[in-house]
C-alpha cells in the first residue's frame, strides 16, 4: 500500500527557514512525479513544488527563488528546502505523487489527481 510520511515543520520567524522531508514506501517511487502542495484554513489546496522522476524540478510563482525540491531514488525520499519564508507561507504542507508534473502544480489540487499523499507537516510563519 502506498503510503508518504512527512517531517521537518514548525514554527519560524519571517526570514527563516525549514526543510521538509518526505519518505515514501509501498509503491516505486522513481516511476512518478513527486510534488508538495499546501493548505492554509479555508483556503485550496496549491501545488508549491514538483519534480520529475529524472529531477527536473518546477515551482509556483509565489515561492520560485525561495524554495528547493530535490528527490533521492534510492532513498525513496523527497525534500523542500525553504529558505527566506513569509508569513503568507504559513500552511499545512503535504508530499504527493502523481502521473503529471502540471498537476502538482495546480492553483486547487483535485485529489483524483494525486496517486497518494501524506498525512501533512504544519509550518508557521510569525512576522
Known amino acids: 500500500q502506498e503510503k508518504l510520511v512527512e517531517f521537518g515543520g514548525g514554527s519560524v520567524q519571517a526570514g527563516g527557514s525549514l526543510r521538509l522531508t518526505c519518505i515514501a514506501s509501498?509503491?516505486?517511487?522513481?516511476?512518478?512525479?513527486m510534488g508538495w502542495f499546501r493548505q492554509a484554513p479555508g483556503k485550496e489546496r496549491e501545488g508549491v513544488a514538483a519534480?520529475?522522476?529524472?529531477?527536473?524540478?518546477r515551482y509556483a510563482d509565489s515561492v520560485k527563488g525561495r524554495f528547493t525540491i530535490s528527490r533521492d531514488n534510492a532513498k525513496k525520499t523527497l525534500y523542500l528546502q525553504m529558505d527566506n519564508l513569509k508569513p503568507e507561507d504559513t500552511a499545512m504542507y503535504y508530499c504527493?505523487?502523481?502521473?503529471?508534473?502540471?498537476?502538482?502544480?495546480?492553483?486547487?489540487?483535485?485529489?483524483?489527481?494525486?496517486?497518494?499523499w501524506g498525512q501533512g507537516t504544519l509550518v508557521t510563519v510569525s512576522g
Open positions: 519534480i520529475d522522476s529524472d529531477g527536473t524540478p
Open positions: 504527493a505523487a502523481s502521473i503529471r508534473l502540471e498537476w502538482l502544480l495546480l492553483r486547487d489540487i483535485p485529489l483524483n489527481r494525486l496517486v497518494t
Open positions: 509501498g509503491f516505486d517511487f522513481d516511476d512518478y512525479t
